[in-house]
């Protein structure tokens, strides 16, 4: 975890993690933590960044990453065995889940449990940030095939929000 | 987990979640979740609240919760062999985490290792509130003895900040 402050007077814990304090920047950066792309490759997400804010250790085998979406971005449609809990943060959006299409305010929390098709868009014209607690020991996300793609559009609210 | 929308078109998964969301409704309390006690008793806090955001699954052993703490108040002063992942919500204050007294201000992240003294207070005269992760089995906390207590006020700033 990077970090700008840490407190050597504190002796690390025996899994090797040291008090520390990593600072809030600005407009949900925070000092000297990458700014990463949300994926290393594809072409299903667009304008969607990630920060990882705690990685995981072996007592708390969850990692906590801060998503991103530009206004009019989105994150792949997706699903996978494991699960999700977000937070919005950050303005507001809508999200794809399983069957639906809701919208999320600041401070919501949505619950996406294993194999439910999910996709995250900033269609509120301001960027749209949440929390996203995952597994660190965890499937790969699976795209939808054009079979899952014309299925999910029979729902023409769906149909209108999905981008693949 | 109390939720305001779970969605029944969408099977639960292997664990037993559902989809759902849990809305925020206003500063900081969730719709139909319960806003509980920080501790079911003792004299060693002031004026904090707890609201279970998530409370794991076995994939995810991890539970998410929202401390707040009115202006004054101030959590236990206390250690525990499991670690804490903290991130203000609401406000700001203060942490005495290992040595040392920090400010914090939103969105600031605290990092509290295995072993290691703390104690969080509301000393900006408005409500301070944050995010904690923890382990869903963790060892019981432990409070300072006489001993302990008197080592930890040899250094004057944390004498006047702790909290017993």
Redesign the interface.
């Known amino acids: 975890?990077a970090?700008a402050?840490t407190?050597d007077?504190?002796?690390?814990?025996?899994?090797g993690?040291?008090?520390?304090?990593?600072?809030?920047a600005r407009d949900?950066t925070?000092q000297d933590l990458p700014l990463l792309r949300y994926k290393e490759q594809g072409t299903t997400f667009k304008d969607i960044t990630r920060q990882v804010?705690?990685d995981g250790?072996s007592?708390?085998?969850?990692a906590?990453r801060y998503f991103e979406i530009a206004p009019g971005g989105h994150s792949t449609l997706e699903r996978h065995?494991?699960?999700h809990?977000v937070?919005?943060?950050r303005g507001e959006g809508e999200v794809f889940?399983?069957?639906?299409v809701?919208r999320?305010?600041?401070?919501?929390?949505?619950?996406?449990?294993?194999?439910?098709w999910h996709q995250f868009r900033a269609t509120a014209g301001i960027s749209f940030g949440f929390?996203c607690?995952?597994?660190t020991q965890?499937d790969r996300p699976q795209l939808p095939t054009p079979e899952d793609i014309e299925c999910l559009r029979q729902n023409p609210l769906v149909a209108a929000f999905i981008r693949t």
Chains 1, 2 share one sequence.
């Open positions: 975890m970090t402050e407190f007077a504190v002796k690390d814990d025996k899994e993690c040291k008090a520390s304090i990593l600072r809030h949900f925070w804010l705690f250790c007592s708390v085998p969850t906590l065995d494991h699960i809990v937070m919005v943060l889940l399983g069957s639906e809701h999320l305010a600041t401070h919501d929390i949505v619950h996406i449990p294993g194999g439910t929390l607690l995952v597994a965890r």
